[in-house]
């Protein structure tokens, strides 16, 4: 399937960070500093113009894609956070780096998967600097330490390779129990300086041990505590994607899917390289919504909510790095007037400093009675990027999810409320890649109705739910992974 936002220029966001620069001498007036803190508020709220902040070497940047809701409808807008980080290019910015291995070496990994990874963890000890250091965990019935945390010497690396060419795989896998040791093999690893990465590898369920979604979601979210990573890897087709996924939230880091076990040196290369060019960790983004304005989604992340106030955490930042995330508020749709988004700060740390960005006024969302000036409201390009992006990919979660679960007719029914209301909305807007965006539905329709025929329709669900909900992450967090 070919991807719309690729084939169509206009979803690049260089007019928009263009415009961003412009808007910089025009805010310059309402920025202000407390401490560390950046703020901006402007007589440009109530319109959908972008407006960016930037602090030490993090900028943010928020963009709505509509600036008003039609009366009786379901009152919802997304708006962009845009969280980038600097390009830092000197070999001296380099992050010493903890890399933690978590392995699943249970019997379902025996053969190609084991030697598969085996391979991969070698080669990664072959790119590990002399300032970084390595562990490995791997588990099955049990979790053994095989690599205690140490310095990656030219001696230490020898001798890890011949320990890793000694792991075989059999029995269950206690996932917790992995995760139990990881986190205690990292207790040394608290220097603020260094970036620590977790890689947990499963090709299966959870079987022995704590095996409870909750229990795995809170030990995940232990090491998030303290600021280190926990991406997740899930191997084949017999795991479960959607805690894979929900792991990789709670640990602030990345979910890969891999149908090739062969792909796995390339995923460690790419997340320690991450890892060795963080320019920002533990981020926290918080949403304070206007009066009787909802917070609704976040692109899927895990959110924390305090009364009204609601907080999510999108991980760390490396050198250049640029991420979206897409909002989704929902406006009161029942009364006409005005109503105020709110405001959003982004909490992180750099260099050892806590640093705060925040925008205090996003934006006034009108509720209107008149088709004609909701339309007028849509800033095009925003709301093509909100559809190709957040709105596709809430479709095909929402798809994986319902084959999954083996029901055909919940997906079916997905996509055609996804097609109806975009149709409603390009009718009027004419947009090139929203329309080669509903072209695809019919595929992706005949994909799904597949996927329940035939003697092999059980392993065809369950592809078709992975490879989705892979997709799915991918379109919503664009500009996560290195």
């Not at 795989?169 to 992995?178: D, H, Y």
């Not at 800033?379 to 809430?394: M, N, P, Q, T």
């Amino acid at each position: 399937m070919n991807d719309p936002k690729k084939d169509n220029p206009k979803s690049g966001r260089v007019p928009f960070f263009l415009l961003a620069g412009l808007l910089a001498a025009t805010l310059a007036a309402g920025l202000h500093f407390k401490g560390a803190a950046v703020s901006v508020s402007s007589s440009l709220a109530g319109s959908p113009t972008p407006r960016s902040v930037t602090s030490g070497p993090v900028s943010l940047t928020a963009r709505l894609n509509h600036g008003a809701v039609l009366s009786g409808r379901d009152g919802q807008v997304e708006l962009e956070l845009v969280l980038s980080a600097v390009e830092t290019t000197s070999r001296t910015a380099t992050v010493p780096t903890d890399v933690l291995v978590v392995l699943d070496r249970s019997g379902s990994m025996e053969g190609e998967k084991i030697a598969q990874g085996r391979a991969a963890v070698k080669e990664l000890i072959d790119r590990l600097g002399a300032r970084d250091r390595f562990a490995l965990v791997s588990y099955s019935d049990e979790a053994e330490l095989e690599l205690p945390l140490e310095t990656a010497s030219r001696e230490a690396k020898s001798r890890w390779s011949q320990r890793v060419r000694g792991i075989e795989a059999s029995g269950s896998t206690n996932m917790s129990a992995g995760l139990d040791l990881a986190y205690e093999s990292l207790r040394a690893s608290t220097d603020e300086a260094r970036a620590v990465r977790v890689l947990l590898i499963s090709d299966g369920l959870a079987n022995r041990g704590d095996a409870t979604p909750q229990g795995l979601f809170a030990r995940a979210s232990r090491f998030a505590s303290r600021e280190q990573v926990v991406s997740t890897i899930g191997v084949g087709l017999d795991f479960n994607e959607f805690l894979m996924s929900s792991l990789a939230d709670a640990g602030t880091g990345n979910y890969y899917y891999l149908e090739n076990v062969t792909e796995l040196a390339d995923v460690f290369a790419r997340e320690f390289s991450a890892g060795r060019t963080t320019v920002a960790s533990g981020l926290a983004v918080t949403l304070e919504p206007g009066e009787d304005v909802e917070v609704v989604d976040a692109a899927g992340y895990p959110l924390s909510r305090d009364g009204r106030t609601v907080v999510f955490r999108p991980g760390a930042l490396f050198s250049g790095q640029e991420r979206s995330v897409w909002i989704t508020y929902r406006v009161p749709s029942n009364a006409l007037g005005d109503y105020e988004l709110g405001r959003v700060s982004l909490d992180y740390k750099a260099d050892g400093e806590a640093r705060t960005l925040e925008i205090s006024e996003l934006a006034t969302v009108a509720c209107v009675a008149d088709e004609a000036a909701f339309f007028a409201s849509v800033d095009k390009d925003a709301w093509e990027d909100s559809v190709l992006g957040e709105s596709y990919g809430r479709l095909k979660d929402r798809i994986a999810r319902a084959v999954h679960e083996g029901n055909v007719a919940a997906a079916k029914e997905e996509i055609n409320a996804y097609r109806t209301e975009q149709e409603w909305m390009n009718r009027a807007l004419g947009v090139a890649g929203v329309e080669r965006n509903l072209a695809e539905l019919d595929e992706l329709e005949t994909k799904v109705e597949d996927a329940f025929i035939g003697r092999d329709q059980a392993l065809k669900q369950n592809m078709l739910s992975k490879t989705t909900q892979s997709e799915a992450a991918e379109a919503r967090r664009a500009g996560s992974k290195k």
